[in-house]
């Protein structure tokens, strides 16, 4: 798996991890360091890993419920399968549509995430409909979004991973991804793994 993996937590670590990624080019952040091993993470735990690495939390959106960034360990009943064993990283805890924006400290050149495998059991999996945008600075979208329809499968569906790219004036400085489960799928939102951070100072 390429990029380097660093467990940095606090602003010190922070400032370290951003020292690091522009001269070591992409690093990648798996949630593993996450201890999960009693269950789902969410609140400021999560919002803590996050900061290690320069990333805030700016928004979260929802209309069915309290929406909640969840740090989540494979197991046989959850219906994925992590691309790094064993965390996945989404937002759960409310139905309908949902949101959430995440700030990057340090611009980015390069971004990119992986759709965890879903993986389907005796009635199939289902996942729902989902988009990503990356934005600069002032809040305007750059590129393209990324995202899915809404996924209903009676077998296993493989893990997918989505890039997005900052122009030479606008480098990448936060992300957003939307959702919306029609009060029908398994998970609230996308089930990610694996961020790749590549720095607009990476060598």
Do not use: C
């Amino acid at each position: 798996m390429s990029g380097r993996f660093l467990r940095l937590a606090g602003a010190a670590g922070a400032f370290a991890f951003w020292g690091g990624l522009a001269s070591a080019g992409p690093v990648t952040i798996n949630f593993d360091a996450v201890d999960t091993s009693r269950g789902s993470v969410t609140g400021a735990a999560v919002e803590k890993y996050l900061a290690g690495y320069g990333i805030a939390v700016v928004e979260q959106k929802s209309i069915g419920g309290k929406a909640a960034l969840t740090i989540e360990p494979t197991t046989p009943s959850t219906g994925f399968s992590a691309s790094s064993y064993p965390n996945v990283f989404h937002q759960t805890g409310a139905n309908g549509p949902i949101s959430f924006t995440i700030r990057f400290a340090h611009p980015l050149r390069r971004f990119s995430f992986t759709r965890a495998q879903l993986v389907a059991g005796p009635n199939g999996i289902t996942h729902p409909g989902w988009s990503a945008e990356v934005l600069d600075a002032k809040g305007r979208v750059i590129g393209n979004p990324a995202g899915e329809d809404m996924i209903r499968s009676f077998v296993t569906v493989p893990a997918r991973s989505f890039s997005f790219d900052a122009t030479a004036n606008d480098p990448i400085s936060m992300l957003k991804v939307s959702a919306d489960d029609k009060n029908f799928t398994a998970f609230s939102s996308v089930v990610l793994d694996d961020f790749q951070l590549t720095s607009s100072d990476a060598k």
